[in-house]
């Protein structure tokens, strides 16, 4: 019913647009949700995963709902991706308006290895697959001429890359060198062809990839407790990733843009306070009203 009210009320923000989603896996993705919205909004789209992921998902079931090609691809892979934005012209009849990144593996996270006892081979994956793919892609993109002037690039990041957060392993690591990929060649591409160029830094949000990280489930309820607005869903980001790609936030780029609720605002919460120290006196009044100042 959501998603029928939503195309109903649809904007129209990218009618005539032209885009790219790379990591739609499931329906729990917010590339899914991302790719949902842009379609709503008027926007026609491809689809990018890998093989593996396009047999272990439901990619197919996303791309025939939404009459999107689906090309599979590894995104580490230049020639893949050179594949995927010659394809995506051909279909979609012109070049690319915009582009989500949202993808993101660690090796060292599934195998339970400690930050502290990394395997390196692994962290060269964990690099490769969730930031160095995002500098091969507009590298790509740019070589073939395939966005057009005023487009928009998004990845998606986590507070990570500024802040320690337990269990977060090398994925933090992957995502500080993904916000700097996003800078460096921000700059070049703005200047160059004005594409824009940012990340979004999302509240913990529970995904396939999430579920990984040791602690995620409590690391999901800090978050709650800590954010004034609580945490942003899936569906909230494909809303803010939208507005991205819009004509309304044309001069955005090189930022690194939080959208978690006011989580990275934050030191101490009221709710946060209370679990931590249960029996903990003087944050209420004398009329037991908190006080949250």
Known sequence: MNQLIKKIMGNNLLKGK??????????????????ERAVEEGAIIT????????RMGTTNELAEKLNAKLIPADATNVSDLEQVFAQS??????????????????????????????DY????TTLDIS??????MMQVAKKMEAINDWGSVIALSYN??????????????????????????????????NVRVNTISQSPTVTTAGSGVKGFDSLVDFSERMSPLGNATAEECADYCIVM????????????????????????????????LKSFDGIKDENG?????
């Open 121 to 124: 081979e692994m962290l060269n």
């Open 89 to 118: 012209m051909e279909a979609l009849g012109g070049k690319i308006d915009f582009v989500l990144h949202s993808i993101g593996m660690s090796p060292n996270v599934r195998k339970k290895h400690t930050y502290d006892n990394l």
């Open 160 to 193: 990570a890359a500024q802040r320690t957060m337990y269990g977060y392993n090398d994925m933090a690591d992957a995502k500080a060198m993904l916000e700097s990929v996003a800078r460096s060649f921000g700059y070049i591409y703005g200047r160059e062809h």
């Open 47 to 54: 689809l990018s995963n890998t093989l593996l992921a396009v």
């Open 18 to 35: 032209r885009g790219i989603v790379f990591g739609a896996l499931n329906d729990k993705s917010i590339a899914w949700k991302v790719a």
């Open 245 to 276: 790609f819009s004509d309304l936030t044309r001069k955005v780029t090189m930022q690194n843009l939080f959208h978690d609720g006011g989580f990275s605002s934050m030191g101490m919460s009221y709710r946060a306070m209370e679990q931590y």
């Open 289 to 293: 009203k908190i006080i949250y100042g």
């Open 131 to 136: 930031a160095i793919s995002f500098h091969k």
